[in-house]
Every structure is written in C-alpha cells, then in structure tokens.
C-alpha cells in the first residue's frame, strides 16, 4: 500500500478550504514550502504572508487577523510554534479564545536528520496546558481532511501536530470524523493499543500480526483529539485489562500522561505502559531506526503487548 505525506494532504487540502471560507488566510515564517503550501500560494496569493523568520511575530500576526474577523492557519515547523512561540500562543491566541489554527510540522522525532533542534517531542506537554487549545494529530491522509474540514465549524483555538514520515491508509473514504471523539481503527477486547499520529499505521500492523500469531484480537484507537480527550474511549479500553499508549514523543506531558490521568482519575484498574521518546535527548537519526530505538514501530509495540499478557512465544 501506497504510503502518503500528511503535510503534503493538509497543504493541499488549505485550497479546498479557503474556496468555502473567505475568512480563511495564511501565515509562516518563512516555511511555506516546507509545510507543503505551494497550491495555495498560487491560487491565493493575496491570502497568505510571510513573516520571515520571526515565529512569534507570526503567531501575534495571526492574532490579529483573527481578531479583525480572519481564520488564521499558521504554519510552522512543532518545535517553533510550541516552543520559541509559546507566550503568544499561551496569551495572543489561546487567552483571547480567538478562531486560530496553529499546525505544526516535523512532530516528534519525525524530522531525523534535522536533529533535536527541530523535532518536538515536548509539544503536547506545552500546549495541553494551555487553557482553551484543542490538540489535535492526524494519523493518516482520509483523516487529515476530514479533521481540516471539521475546523471550519469549530470557533476554539487548535494546534495540530503534524509528522514528516508518511503513513498508509487506515480509513475509508466513507469514514467518520469528530472533534473529541477517538477513532477505532481495530476493534479488539484482549487488549488495547491508543495511539495518535503516525504510530498509528504501526499500531494497526501490530493488532494485525498479534491476531495472526497469537489469536489475541487487540483494539487499536486512534486518540487523534489528543485534548480535550474521550474519555469514554480510555474508560472502555481500560475494560481489556492492557493498555499501552504510543505516541512520537516524550513519554512525560504528552498522549500517555493524558490516558494515565484518566484513569487514575476514574480509578479504573489495567496494565499500563507508555511507548514513546524516554525522556532523553538523542543524536540525529532516521525515524525508522529512532522509532524501532523507542519501541514505537510495528515490532516494538509486538513484543511490549506481549511481555504485558506475558506471552511466551511472542517474547
């Protein structure tokens, strides 16, 4: 199966967009390109500004436009937005509650070679929070329109994550998409994996190949809303009795400290573990080879699910 860059879908998806909302504008710092903008850029080229290179100043730009009536998509690489743009996305967009859309590329380790300096494994961590953001992280091409378009209608600041690793297909073109509600893109009760992103594709195979070697039928939900979080869809997955949260980044502050709030918070009892970027920085490296390091590809997630049940043969 064909594999798909996610930036490249939500870059192209903004023409779709601005041609039913007006109001629709755009804003880098000087990454157009790298965010995969160029269609838009032809189409509209009196909706979208550059700043420069000056994340913050395109963050208080936004603000403005958004104020003066716009729907402001910033884009810009995770790490500058949540990071060296923090304060005004914390006081200019999210204090205001204004209709702003924050969407932020090379999540989590996703950029490789590009090293520490632009990966984004605290992001979550940092814009969770920050009261009246929704976080959000598409797992695949059908859902990252789909969550596009569920924007439109929704007048709450976002930050969406977005990887550089492309991601298979995991839903249909008749597939439903809603805010807050997680996905199941593998249903299952001997155990459950709840992922976001692209670990998702990974999640998914590991359900895959568990069932075939062991006959363990493991749920696979798609967090995709990583705040304000379903947690309906914690509560049941906690019912299986083992859990494990993945999610490229670090495993304090992101996906896997909001499930553990749940449910400690609903006092459920389950196995619990979080996959991800064990609290540490390390050296530039492919994200294939980071992800198999962390126990975040399909493999990884095999033998974790494994030694929770304690199955021996797949040990």
């Keep these: 199966m064909a594999k798909k860059w996610i930036r490249e879908i939500v870059g192209n998806y903004m023409v779709r967009l601005a041609e039913q909302d007006a109001s629709i ?51 810009s690489m995770a790490s500058f937005l949540s990071m060296r743009a923090c304060e005004q996305c914390r006081t200019d967009i999210a204090y205001a509650d204004l209709k702003a859309r924050l969407i932020g590329v090379y999540a989590g380790v996703s950029g490789g070679l590009a090293g520490a300096t632009h990966w984004s ?33 929704y007048n709450k600041p976002i930050y969406m994550r977005i990887s550089v690793v492309p991601s298979e297909d995991i839903y249909s073109d008749n597939y439903k998409y809603e805010i807050g509600k997680a996905s199941v893109a593998r249903e299952g009760n001997d155990g459950c994996i709840i992922s976001s992103g692209v670990i998702v594709q990974y999640a998914v195979q590991a359900a895959d190949e568990i069932y075939k070697e062991s006959g363990k039928k493991i749920r696979v939900i798609d967090m995709h809303t990583i705040k304000p979080i379903d947690k309906e869809a914690v509560i049941d997955a906690a019912q299986t009795g083992n859990v494990i949260v993945a999610q490229d ?67």
């Design 121 to 153: 494994i605290e992001d979550c961590g940092i814009m969770c929070s920050i009261p009246n953001m929704t976080v959000l992280e598409p797992s695949d091409a059908i859902q990252a329109e789909h969550m596009l378009q569920a924007t439109l209608n």
């Design 25 to 75: 504008v755009a804003i880098s710092a000087d990454l157009f390109r790298s965010c995969r903008m160029e269609k838009f850029m032809e189409k509209y080229p009196d909706r979208i500004y550059n700043v420069g290179i000056a994340e913050q100043n395109m963050v208080g730009f936004s603000a403005g436009l958004c104020h003066e009536g716009y729907t402001a998509f910033a884009f």
């Design 249 to 315: 980044h670090n495993i304090i502050g992101g996906l896997g400290s909001m499930v553990a709030t749940v449910i400690a918070e609903e006092n459920l009892t389950t196995k619990f573990e979080i996959a991800g970027v064990n609290d540490v920085f390390v050296s530039m490296a492919r994200p294939a080879y980071l992800y198999n390091k962390f126990g975040l590809d399909t493999e990884g997630l095999k033998k974790r699910f494994y030694r929770m049940i304690g199955y021996a043969e797949g040990i």
